[in-house]
């Protein structure tokens, strides 16, 4: 059955635009797993324009489903990982200026740094995931770099600009999948899904886990937390199982 992982960043974006304690992204992530949420995705960057150290020491004891720590390849966040030691973690680039993940990890061009990453934190017990570009070398790179998960950015997709632009994107993702799902990988994809777009990828054979984030929290404004993950998770199961 496929998966939804909520990412509650933009929970804490809304939180730090003001320096305040609220809204509380620990409430939402605990709110989010009530509402069907699978796994809870955060993502603590390096510049914590977000999510702060402390959000995932507390949301560490207390989630009952999955934490899936999202983190850039470096000692400081290695460090981070086997203190707190989540379920999960997703290697992902990161650039301090960018306004968000805009491409996926480079495996391929530094295999031995990112093999070297998934050998330390497997060790821990961590399960380790790559987020890379719907691209058969990374895929490739993955695999021989001896991470078990990849997830595919599906970032270009979800900004492509027309009907053709998207089944082209579309069409990299699905292909993507299905070679990560023959190399023996789990395949999970996420990033600038929205409940327009999402139902696409969510049918494609084989997709594990789904995480998405701003999309939620922007229609939560509207229809509220809950309901915001309850009609995500329904869109996908709908489109994953035809019911
Ligand atoms: C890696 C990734 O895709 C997530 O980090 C997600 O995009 C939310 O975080 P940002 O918006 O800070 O990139
Ligand atoms: N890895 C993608 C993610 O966690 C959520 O991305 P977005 O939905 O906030 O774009």
Known sequence: MIKLGVNIDHVATLRQARGTRYPSPVQAALMAENAGADSITLHLREDRRHIQDADVDILRGLLRTKMNLEMAVTEEMIAVAL???????CLVPERRQELTTE??????????KVADACARLAEAGIRVSLFIDPDPRQLDAAHTAGAPVVEIHTGRYADAVGEAEAERELARVRTAIEHGLALGLQVN???GLHYHNVQAV??????GELNIGHAIVAEAVFMGWEAAVREMKRLMVEAATGR
């Not at 491409?103 to 031995?112: E, T």
Request: aromatic share 0%; charged share 15%.
């Open 103 to 112: 491409g996926g990890l480079d495996v391929a061009g530094q295999l031995n």
């Open 189 to 191: 994809a996420g990033h």
């Open 202 to 207: 969510a049918a494609i054979p084989g997709v």
């Open 83 to 89: 203190r707190v030691r989540p379920q999960d973690v």
